[in-house]
């Protein structure tokens, strides 16, 4: 069983960066692929990102070059920097965990999820 409490959430101006975290419960994190996703009001849950337990990083075509996906497994944490923030990117953004690397939503661990807003 995998906790995950994701934060750094909030407003900011359009061009702007945040950096969201993700914090892991359970001695195993190392094992896991980390995944972020988004979801914006009326849409379908959107992948970001996502950083193998080799640390290998695969990014979704909205914010590749733009958004950058990191993990400490000294500290159980998954980082997403975002950079150049568009008022698009705004959503809920929630991490997961998975055995495997996927790129769909069908992780087994979600968090609760962080609202990131970007104003115009």
């Known amino acids: 069983q995998v906790q995950l409490v994701e934060s750094g959430g909030g407003l900011v101006q359009a061009g702007g960066s945040l950096r969201l975290s993700c914090a892991a419960s359970g001695r195993t994190f190392s094992r896991y692929a980390m995944g972020w996703f988004r979801q914006a009001p009326g849409k379908e849950r959107e992948f970001v990102a996502v950083?193998?337990?080799?640390?290998?990083?695969y990014y979704g075509n909205s914010v590749k070059g733009r958004f950058t996906i990191s993990r400490d497994n000294a500290k159980n944490t998954v980082y997403l920097q975002m950079n150049s923030l568009k008022p698009e990117d705004t959503a809920v953004y929630y991490c997961a965990a998975n055995s495997v690397v996927i790129l769909t939503t069908n992780y087994d661990y979600w968090g609760q999820g962080t609202q990131v807003t970007v104003s115009a």
């Open positions: 950083i193998s337990r080799y640390t290998s990083t």
